[in-house]
């Protein structure tokens, strides 16, 4: 009989050592995760980065804005305590393109001049230039018309309005 007494309440402390373990583990890991919460709150690098703690290891997801934040990052989870590893599943977000350069648009004076060298070998045709717009008008054969309108977009007008008759 005292055997088995001894061998219950052995068991019993088993059982509560392991669970005042257990639930130890679980309130470390809920703690690691406010502090957590807490230098999102403070550290705009943290943003867009979600964390799940288990065991003391935390793992974070998202996107980090360069690499510096990421590295940064990093180094603050791993200075909470009960913090044992931080693996970082995160990724850096490729930089933004450069701006686009803007649209050169010729001046009227010197635009109407080169189009005039431009329809000059084209008898039959005649052009007018307003504010960067290049109006055609007369007539012109087919086989020519592509060599002049290449000719005219080289010149880097706003519009070519094609009001000519092909023959």
Avoid: W
């Avoid at 943290?46 to 974070?60: N, P």
């Avoid at 020519?144 to 977009?153: A, F, G, I």
Wanted: net charge positive; charged share 25%.
């Amino acid at each position: 009989m005292k055997k088995t007494t001894r061998c219950l309440l052995t068991a019993v402390m088993i059982c509560i050592a392991s669970s005042i373990l257990f639930f130890s583990c679980g309130n470390k890991d809920a703690s690691i995760l406010a502090a957590i919460d807490s230098k999102k709150k403070d550290m705009k690098e943290m943003s867009g980065i979600t964390a799940s703690v288990d065991k003391g290891v935390v793992t974070l997801s998202g996107e980090y804005a360069n690499a510096d934040s990421k590295s940064m990052c990093e180094q603050s989870v791993k200075g909470i305590p009960g913090v044992k590893q931080v693996v970082d599943n995160c990724t850096v977000a490729p930089p933004p393109p450069p701006p686009s350069a803007p649209v050169v648009i010729a001046a009227d004076d010197p635009l109407t001049k080169d189009v005039a060298d431009a329809i000059k070998d084209y008898p039959g045709v005649s052009a007018t230039v307003k504010d960067g717009e290049v109006t055609l008008n007369g007539d012109i054969k087919r086989a020519s018309l592509q060599k002049l309108m290449m000719s005219l977009h080289t010149l880097k007008p706003k519009r070519i309005n094609n009001q000519l008759t092909i023959k």
